[in-house]
């Protein structure tokens, strides 16, 4: 069973970067498209940002400009790259598979960005 761990969340001041990566276990990680999601108390969860396994990316008009998606398939590692934080990016983050099934979801790391 796919699992992932995510990490690098924290506080941040509005206008700051924040890096956050995700590890995946299992096989076949190169070949799945990879996204992050995120999910504000009492809000749906979103995608925010896809990667294809070839490195194609796209990401939605709120956040286009100040993340960048990446990923290390020798090291089966997601990275979610933000920059000019706002406070309606704060939520909890969250790395899974974009299309199909979905595995179950990691615990997430949580970014607030104060204002």
């Known amino acids: 069973q796919v699992q992932f761990v995510e990490s690098g969340g924290g506080l941040v001041q509005a206008g700051g970067s924040r890096r956050l990566s995700c590890v995946a276990s299992?096989?076949?990680?190169?070949?799945?498209?990879m996204g992050w999601y995120r999910q504000a108390p009492g809000k749906e969860r979103e995608l925010v940002a896809v990667?294809?396994?070839?490195?194609?990316?796209n990401y939605i008009d709120s956040v286009k400009g100040r993340f960048t998606i990446s990923r290390d398939n020798a090291v089966k590692m997601l990275h979610l790259q933000m920059i000019s934080l706002k406070p309606e990016d704060t939520a909890v983050y969250y790395c899974?598979?974009?299309?199909?099934?979905?595995?179950?979801w990691g615990q997430g790391t949580e970014v607030t960005v104060s204002s």
């Open positions: 899974n598979h974009v299309g199909g099934p979905l595995p179950p």
């Open positions: 990667i294809t396994g070839g490195g194609v990316t």
């Open positions: 299992g096989s076949g990680f190169e070949v799945f498209t």
